[in-house]
């Protein structure tokens, strides 16, 4: 199993393929080459301390070591975004999870992830707001 350690990989795979599996978001980017599946685990803060997140962490490689030669495709780098329930969900269930969400992402229905549009400026929608509220519209004359 070949992990992901460059931050440019994980957001490749953000940008990529996605699919909600139980405790689980996979994510999923094709590197267009012959090269093995490369797998990236995710556990943020918000999901407990790090004794917590490091025993999710040593739960999802024990899974994804049982589950990614029978489902991943080579060429492909996944990411693994964890939840909470991780932690307490049986074993046998995280492995399925992770083949059900790997098999979501090569389904052919799943769609990109839209890229994140900019924001408006913080001023100009306070303006807007404004004109809104006093019920004018904005004309540039």
């Known amino acids: 199993m070949d992990r992901l350690v460059k931050r440019k990989d994980f957001?490749?795979?953000?940008?990529g393929l996605r699919a909600n599996s139980g405790p689980l978001?996979?994510?999923?980017?094709?590197?267009a080459d012959d090269g093995a599946a490369r797998i990236g685990l995710t556990v943020t803060k918000k999901h407990g301390n790090a004794v917590e997140r490091n025993r999710i962490r040593r739960r999802l490689r024990e899974a994804v070591?049982?589950?990614l030669p029978r489902?991943?495709?080579p060429g492909f780098d996944y990411v693994i975004v964890?939840?909470?329930a991780a932690l307490s969900t049986r074993?046998?269930?995280?492995v399925n999870d992770i083949e059900r969400g790997i098999a979501r992402l090569h389904s052919g229905n799943r769609r990109r992830h839209p890229?994140?549009?900019?924001?408006?400026?913080?001023?100009s929608a306070a303006v807007q707001a404004t004109a809104h509220a006093?019920?004018?519209t904005a004309h540039d004359d």
């Open 71 to 73: 489902v991943a495709r």
């Open 25 to 31: 978001l996979l994510q999923a980017h094709d590197r």
């Open 115 to 123: 890229p994140a549009r900019p924001q408006p400026a913080a001023a």
């Open 134 to 136: 006093d019920g004018e």
């Open 11 to 15: 957001l490749a795979a953000a940008g």
């Open 65 to 67: 070591r049982a589950a």
């Open 82 to 84: 964890a939840r909470r």
């Open 91 to 94: 074993f046998t269930d995280l």
